[in-house]
């Protein structure tokens, strides 16, 4: 059962910022953390203001960001989400999941990504790199503080978000 959770998540892993540069333990230990969840056309994965327990990586689909009711962002394929979640302290989430299109997510708890950063402790100065690269270049850009969104492949109201061919070569 761990060879099919890992062979079926890793694709999508190791084409997430976050995790790339992990070494091959921590990589199949998130792997065999990840959860799926399907989610129909039309529900919220999460809204703003409730607890944040886990991230999202997307397998198929598309989700929709907002914030107040407006449209920050669209992630699709292979982006991710929701990782704020993931940091130490208590987190509300600053803003709305919800799905365009049917789509089938991977999550990761904050509770496994705890307990594989003790076995893996460079998995948490990989993600404080991510974060420190994210921060430059929007400051780069000029793109507002977005903390749960790395892939951003297009936005409705026309803001420059950054995609993920455009983070890891940065």
């Known amino acids: 059962a761990g060879e099919l ?5 890793r694709d999508t892993i190791v084409c997430v910022p976050l995790f790339c540069d992990l070494e091959e333990g921590a990589v ?12 129909m056309q039309g529900e919220y994965i999460y809204k703003e ?9 997307i397998e198929e689909g598309e ?15 292979s982006g991710f989400f ?3 979640a993931l940091q130490p302290g208590r987190r509300l989430r600053d803003r ?5 299109r049917d789509s089938m997510l ?8 705890e307990q594989i950063a003790r076995d893996y402790p460079t998995m948490i100065a990989s993600f404080e790199r991510v974060a420190a690269k994210k921060t430059k270049l929007e400051g780069e850009r000029h793109v507002p503080r977005n903390p749960d969104v790395f892939h951003i ?11 993920a061919r455009q983070f890891v070569h940065a």
Do not use: F, H
Request: charged residues 20%.
């Open 82 to 84: 929701g990782e704020s």
């Open 28 to 39: 199949r230990e998130i792997c065999l953390a990840m959860k799926p969840m399907n989610v």
């Open 153 to 163: 492949a297009s936005s409705t109201i026309g803001t420059p978000y950054l995609s």
């Open 5 to 9: 959770l890992d062979s079926m998540y």
């Open 106 to 113: 991977a999550l990761l708890s904050k509770l496994d990504c």
């Open 49 to 57: 203001n409730q607890l944040g327990r886990e991230m999202y990586v």
């Open 63 to 77: 989700v929709q960001l907002s914030r107040y009711g407006l449209v920050i962002g669209v992630i699709n394929k």
């Open 96 to 100: 709305s999941a919800y799905a365009r």
